[in-house]
């Protein structure tokens, strides 16, 4: 897979790269991954059935296997190969592990 690109976010916010004065270009994978988690679908207007919507499954029991599922589906929707590893701590937390090669 190639690897994609796009303006730098720091914060969600552009940078813009003082000396230069323009935007500043990063490797976006990652970035792309982390949005697509975060995003619920309906979220953006050319993609309405991209995003996860990970904050949805907070301090929610048994779903760990159903966001698995739909971690994987996105991200290889979107051409990642994805094995994503979902764990819950004790107190509820859960932690989500896309595993993108």
Excluded: R
């Excluded at 000396?19 to 995003?39: K, L, N, R, W």
């Amino acid at each position: 897979m190639a690897i994609n690109s796009d303006i730098l976010l720091i914060g969600n916010d552009m940078y813009i790269d003082p000396y230069v004065g323009d935007f500043d270009i990063m490797p976006s994978d990652e970035q792309h991954i982390q949005d697509t988690c975060a995003a619920f679908p309906g979220w953006w207007k050319q993609n309405p059935a991209d995003g996860i919507g990970i904050s949805g499954y907070s301090n929610s029991s048994g779903q760990m296997q159903q966001l698995a599922t739909n971690t994987k589906q996105q991200l290889q929707s979107d051409g990642y190969q994805a094995s994503p590893i979902v764990t819950q701590n004790p107190d509820g937390k859960l932690t989500l592990n896309p595993n993108v090669q």
